[in-house]
């Protein structure tokens, strides 16, 4: 396979042609093998060194095995309003491919240089460092045996190519350090959900988690990866969530411009686990349909929202407040898990929705607020698409305001001459058809 690298790198036309480029790959099947992946160029960075390069020194972002895991104490729970974890799959990543291991330095950089950690807000902000990786009874508990096995199995065979090819419709790849990263940030998840839960026992406002996390999780299947997705992390969590703290309820929203068909499987049939995702109609991978609700003792759980494109900042807060909200308030949740997708901005190549950094905002201190109303403020964000390293980052960043209570600085990124008019007839009429079904 050849890939034109004439576009500059990193640009959305060569992002968009790799896609349509490596959607030749077929899917595999983990029951058998994996496919046999050509030899690229590995592009190894150190964490540590690229950290220094673009935040510097002062600031730690590095994780480790411990086998403990190392909570922050209840006092320092009690005085925090965001709580975060940061797991970069540094030894994860293709050159070229818009899921790239730039992603979460990005991010961690911006938060530096718009004064939003520790070393700028003292205990409002914590960054949890020293959590241990997921284990693999952590992610049997949402995907088959036979794929945590085959891929633990092909990590040799990644070492000796450089890359070899997972799964085709994304691609999803591996190297290496796929399988040992893709449980760190699995367990990065996991330690924020045992933090929150340990400060809400003895704060009525907890601080918000969020898991700056990669490889992203929620297009991986119970039996494989998919869509540059390894395993599922937000479905991990919600099992933990279940088994470890007795929170039956589990109230994932899914707010990623492509439909979180992981989730969706994994959870299809279960009542205890509501899965709500809005998504750009047509996108990849093609589910999500708005009839699709759930099955047997699950039906009804599952509430999928196609989006017509060009859908923006008016149409998910409409969304927001006549979908989202009674969704939410029906169902009484006992937690709130949240697969962020920043791919809905306006500014990324691989949609095209027409969000800004403000609907991330809204959506962040809504959601906020939900969890205070309906659990305790329980409430944990993972990391899922954007692959714009400016609207990302920024996004995030504003999102972190909203947990803080910060007021929002969209307007020092956001240009409405991007924006043009949203299709609000066809909005309203997905709106009202899904709060038809599910008789909102």
Not at 72 to 98: C, K, W
Not at 359 to 365: F, G, K, P, Q
Request: net charge negative; charged share 20%; with cysteine.
């Amino acid at each position: 396979m050849k890939i034109n690298l004439k576009p500059e790198m990193g640009s959305p036309v060569l992002a968009i042609q790799n896609l349509l480029s490596w959607n030749k790959y077929k899917r595999l099947d983990f029951s058998t093998d994996f496919v046999k992946g050509r030899r690229l160029q590995k592009h190894e960075v150190s964490w540590r060194v690229l950290c220094t390069k673009r935040i510097g020194a002062s600031i730690s972002c590095s994780h480790s095995f411990h086998e403990g895991i190392n909570l922050p104490s209840i006092q320092e729970l009690t005085d925090a309003r965001v709580i975060y974890s940061v797991a970069p799959a540094m030894g994860h990543n293709q050159d070229s491919h818009p899921e790239s291991h730039l992603r979460v330095p990005a991010i961690v950089s911006a938060l530096e240089k718009m004064e939003l950690t520790s070393k700028f807000r003292g205990p409002e902000i914590i960054e949890l460092k020293n959590f241990k990786p997921a284990s693999a009874d952590d992610i049997a508990s949402v995907h088959a045996k036979a794929y945590i096995d085959g891929l633990e199995q092909a990590m040799g065979r990644a070492s000796e190519r450089g890359i070899i090819f997972i799964e085709g419709t994304g691609p999803t790849y591996a190297t290496g350090n796929t399988f040992q990263e893709s449980l760190v940030a699995a367990g990065a998840g996991l330690a924020l959900v045992d933090s929150v839960v340990a400060a809400s026992n003895s704060n009525q406002n907890p601080p918000t988690g969020f898991a700056l996390i990669r490889p992203p999780g929620h297009h991986a299947i119970p039996k494989g990866p998919m869509g540059f997705c390894v395993f599922g992390n937000v479905a991990i969590a919600a099992r933990h969530a279940q088994r470890v703290h007795g929170l039956r309820r589990v109230f994932i929203i899914d707010f990623d411009v492509h439909h979180g068909n992981g989730t969706n499987d994994a959870f299809y049939d279960d009542p205890d686990i509501f899965f709500l995702s809005t998504h750009q109609d047509g996108s990849y991978p093609g589910t999500g349909k708005i009839h699709e609700v759930g099955h047997g003792d699950g039906e009804g759980a599952t509430l999928n929202l196609p989006l017509p494109g060009g859908s923006g900042d008016i149409a998910m807060r409409t969304v927001f407040d006549e979908v989202i909200v009674p969704c939410a308030q029906r169902f009484k949740p006992d937690i709130i898990l949240v697969s962020a997708g920043y791919d809905g901005h306006v500014l990324d190549p691989l949609a095209s929705l027409q969000f800004t950094t403000g609907t991330y905002y809204m959506l962040a201190s809504n959601i906020k607020q939900l969890a205070k109303d309906l659990c305790g403020g329980r409430c944990v964000f993972f990391l899922e698409g954007g692959y714009n390293l400016d609207s990302l980052s920024y996004s995030v960043a504003d999102s972190f305001r909203a947990f803080l209570g910060d007021k929002s600085l969209a307007s020092e990124f956001d240009n409405s001459a991007f924006l043009y008019e949203e299709p609000s007839t066809r909005v309203k009429q997905a709106i009202q058809k899904v709060k038809h079904i599910h008789s909102l």
